[in-house]
């Protein structure tokens, strides 16, 4: 029988990617239903042959390029544990700046109208229900079978979202929020990158939009100000080479105090802004 620790080297050494060893630990956590800082203190343990059995099928299936989230079924964001499936977003450690941003606007004891736009895994929309527990959270997805998810992660985390189906604003009538928060689908149609990696396996729905990326960007922005209460602040996630577009659309819906933030690797990744209040 193979040592843990020697199993975690040779599929570190196969598996090819950035996060090699996150994965092999990830896929080897899942069967044994242990975390990572277990494998320090029992690296010289023996797997019995039916586990090692079962780690290396699911490292077969990570080597050809599925996500380890499609996996083992779940992701961890912000505090929270979240399942993930084919027909939704696989939450990313960017995407925790945009919670990390809204939060900073605020007093944790306000209480706010807050509202997640493309909710997905209902990511973004938990973890601000989480921090924020005098706030009235709701998050809209266009896939039915997203919202059963975030419906699901919401029910797993004990936390309380409204959930509507909903094509962006369209369903949300003349309701006024606090905050508006995104994470929009931002790559353009022609990317070589949906071809790459994780990609291939997530919903074109919640990646693509449009030639250059900006389609629903621009939808949102400019739909999003008949929804904001005065001195609302609106927080979009785009991608790396977006910013000075997404602060002129910004701009020019009437939107101040605007400013894109960079994440840990020093790229654009959000862009935020603060609704006049008109006379």
């Known amino acids: 029988m193979a040592t843990i620790a020697a199993l975690l080297r040779e599929a570190s050494s196969e598996i090819g990617s950035e996060s090699a060893r996150i994965d092999a630990e990830l896929l080897l956590g899942f069967v044994l239903e242990k975390n990572s800082a277990w494998f320090i203190a029992h690296g010289d343990d023996e797997l019995p042959p039916?586990?090692?059995?079962?780690?290396?099928?699911l490292l077969q299936r990570r080597k050809a390029g599925?996500?380890?989230?499609?996996?083992?079924?779940?992701?961890?964001?912000?505090?929270?544990?979240?399942?993930?499936?084919?027909?939704?977003?696989?939450?990313?450690?960017?995407?925790?700046?945009l919670v990390e941003l809204a939060i900073s606007k605020f007093s944790p004891d306000k209480k706010l109208r807050i509202l997640d736009l493309?909710?997905?895994?209902?990511?973004?929309?938990?973890?601000?229900?989480?921090?924020c527990k005098n706030s009235e959270v709701v998050a809209v997805d266009k896939s039915a079978n997203a919202l059963a998810v975030?419906?699901?992660?919401?029910?797993?985390?004990?936390?309380?979202?409204?959930?509507?189906?909903?094509?962006?604003?369209?369903?949300l009538q003349n309701r006024k929020f606090d905050l508006i928060v995104s994470n929009p689908p931002y790559i353009p149609s022609n990317d070589p990158h949906l071809s790459l990696g994780d990609l291939r396996f997530e919903p074109l729905s919640a990646l693509v939009s449009g030639s250059d990326g900006l389609d629903d960007i621009r939808l949102i922005v400019s739909q999003s100000q008949k929804h904001c209460l005065p001195h609302?602040?609106?927080?979009?996630?785009?991608?790396?080479?977006?910013?000075?577009?997404?602060?002129?659309?910004?701009?020019e819906a009437g939107f101040v105090h605007i400013e894109t933030v960079r994440d840990l690797e020093h790229r654009d990744r959000v862009t935020v802004g603060q609704w006049a209040e008109m006379p």
Do not use: C, K, Y
């Not at 992701?75 to 544990?81: E, I, K, M, S, V």
């Not at 909710?119 to 229900?129: D, K, Q, R």
């Not at 699901?152 to 369209?170: G, P």
């Open 50 to 57: 039916a586990m090692q059995a079962e780690f290396l099928e």
């Open 150 to 171: 975030a419906i699901e992660n919401a029910r797993t985390n004990h936390l309380r979202v409204e959930f509507i189906q909903s094509d962006w604003f369209a369903g």
């Open 232 to 251: 609302a602040w609106l927080m979009i996630e785009h991608g790396f080479d977006q910013g000075e577009a997404v602060r002129g659309l910004f701009f």
């Open 118 to 131: 493309g909710t997905g895994t209902g990511a973004i929309a938990l973890a601000m229900a989480s921090e």
């Open 66 to 97: 599925e996500p380890v989230a499609h996996i083992i079924g779940s992701r961890g964001f912000w505090t929270l544990d979240l399942a993930v499936t084919a027909d939704t977003l696989i939450p990313r450690p960017e995407t925790e700046l």
